[in-house]
């Protein structure tokens, strides 16, 4: 069995009673190797709590999110507060392999509503702070003379440097390789430069490319900033975008 027909057999098996079924992860993108979980989103309807569980079947690992319709609302909000649409995209981009009164169709148009409205416009007090940390992070990488330390502080001067322009720009943000697949989706030029600045240090220890790439960033947003801030937070980010609610 492939692994949509796995994951239709495991949800009939486990959940016959849910409402709707959505295969996600790299099984539904064509990316799956012979060590990939399954993650499937179940929704059962009315459904008072969400949890996530592990499973073995079918000889497979099978990840499952168990939701109602109305928790996976609340998450596609919660993920558009946190700029990073877990759920949303699992449930945007998966395959539907169960679907009653066409439920499984309507929460994915959701999450697609929501994945192409985008996140809220950052306001510039928060872009401040932003510029702040990228600016901290890219004179300690500049100053560090300890090869370790500048092995780390590399990887944050890189990840806020892709986050920043991600920002500034209404796109949807990652973490750990999902970083660089957001600034692929973005901006694929942009991404083969972070890559290759990447290479320039850790293969040939040249700090120049990587601090070239934080300081253009920094610049598409205002320059440096070494203005000491405190008790920024994004509090009416919130209220921001339920006033502008795509669902």
Known sequence: MNSIEIA?????QEFPHCKAAILAGSACRGEETD???????????????TYEESLQAF????????NSH?????????????????????????????????????IQQEAR???????????????????????????????????????????????????????ANRQWLGAGKWLLRACQDYDPILAQKCCAALDAYYKHGRKDELITLAEEALNTVGGRNHQVIRGIKEDNQQHKILASDPL
């Open 113 to 167: 509503m929501v994945i192409d409205y985008g996140p809220e416009p950052v306001s510039d007090d928060d872009m401040d702070k932003y510029r702040h940390q990228l600016t901290n992070l890219l004179d300690d990488f500049i100053s560090s003379r300890n090869p370790y330390e500048s092995y780390i502080i590399a990887q944050h001067v890189l990840g806020e440097s892709i986050d920043i322009q991600l920002r």
């Open 8 to 12: 239709r057999k495991f949800v009939e």
């Open 70 to 106: 109305e928790t996976c609302r609340q998450f596609f909000k919660k993920d558009m507060l946190n700029r990073r649409p877990v759920l949303t995209h699992m449930c945007a981009q998966g395959i539907i392999i169960k679907d009653e009164d066409g439920l499984a169709q309507q």
């Open 59 to 66: 000889g497979r690992s099978i990840d499952v999110l168990f």
């Open 35 to 49: 060590k990939s979980d399954l993650d499937i989103v179940v929704v059962v309807e009315g459904a008072k709590t």
